[in-house]
Nanobody, 116 residues
Framework: QVHLVESGGGLVQAGGSLRLTCTASGNIISINAMGWYRQTPGNQRELVARITRGGTPTVADSVKDRFTISRDIDVNEVYLQMNSLKPEDTALYYC??????????WGQGTQVTVSE
């Protein structure tokens, strides 16, 4: 079993920055990729950025000029650096872990709110 805990969300003004952290524990060896997803009320959860076990990142076109995904293997953490935030980035951000077997594991989410 994989346990994910997100942190770093909050309220920020447009143009500001936030850094989200996802800390993984449990059966870490079963994880082959980790990513950040976001969801707003009434909408499906969407991929923001993802990084594979080998370190290959993927960032959604809508944020690729502003968001960066990185990781620290030694402490089992994945980060999402979000710069130049816009009100439309407001969402509940989830950390997800793709495993070799079984469904994607999810954290509880962290709220990001960007004010005008």
């Amino acid at each position: 079993q994989v346990h994910l805990v997100e942190s770093g969300g909050g309220l920020v003004q447009a143009g500001g920055s936030l850094r989200l952290t996802c800390t993984a524990s449990g059966n870490i060896i079963s994880i082959n990729a980790m990513g950040w997803y976001r969801q707003t009320p009434g909408n499906q959860r969407e991929l923001v950025a993802r990084i594979t076990r080998g370190g290959t990142p993927t960032v959604a076109d809508s944020v690729k000029d502003r968001f960066t995904i990185s990781r620290d293997i030694d402490v089992n953490e994945v980060y999402l650096q979000m710069n130049s935030l816009k009100p439309e980035d407001t969402a509940l951000y989830y950390c997800g872990a793709d495993r070799l077997l079984g469904p994607r594991a999810w954290g509880q989410g962290t709220q990001v709110t960007v004010s005008e």
